[in-house]
């Protein structure tokens, strides 16, 4: 199980970090999964904005490059997004996505994050 938190409203350039919280499963699952961020605006296909694989392999969205960082931490089962310098094309709501070595996924249920100009 996934779950979210840290969404809200903010304005524009101000930041929000978003946490992922993995349970039901032993760490050893955690630790060797690739984790990952997507979002979804209304009307737009749902985009991967960050990923992190278990060996540390990170990759973002261009349009997030340099604002956002993920990053894991397997002692908490946790993985966060941290977003600088938001804007308001960044209004979305966020999910959080594992892919387990076994190729299995879990989805939490997203949290809104919404960016006033």
């Known amino acids: 199980q996934l779950v979210e938190s840290g969404g809200g409203l903010v304005q524009a350039g101000e930041s929000l970090r978003l946490s992922c919280k993995a349970s039901?499963?032993?760490?050893?699952?955690?630790?060797?999964?690739?984790m990952e961020w997507y979002r979804q605006a209304p009307g737009k296909q749902r985009e991967l904005v960050a990923s992190?694989?278990?060996?540390?392999?990170?990759r973002y969205l261009d349009s997030v490059k340099g604002r956002f960082t993920i990053s894991k931490d397997n002692t908490r089962r946790t993985v966060a997004l941290q977003m600088n310098s938001l804007k308001p094309e960044d209004t979305a709501v966020y999910s959080c996505?594992?892919?387990?070595?076994?190729?299995?996924?879990?989805w939490g249920q997203g949290t809104q994050v919404t960016v006033a100009s």
């Open positions: 039901g499963m032993i760490l050893s699952t955690f630790i060797g999964s690739t």
């Open positions: 992190r694989t278990s060996g540390g392999d990170i």
């Open positions: 996505h594992m892919v387990t070595v076994g190729a299995r996924d879990y």
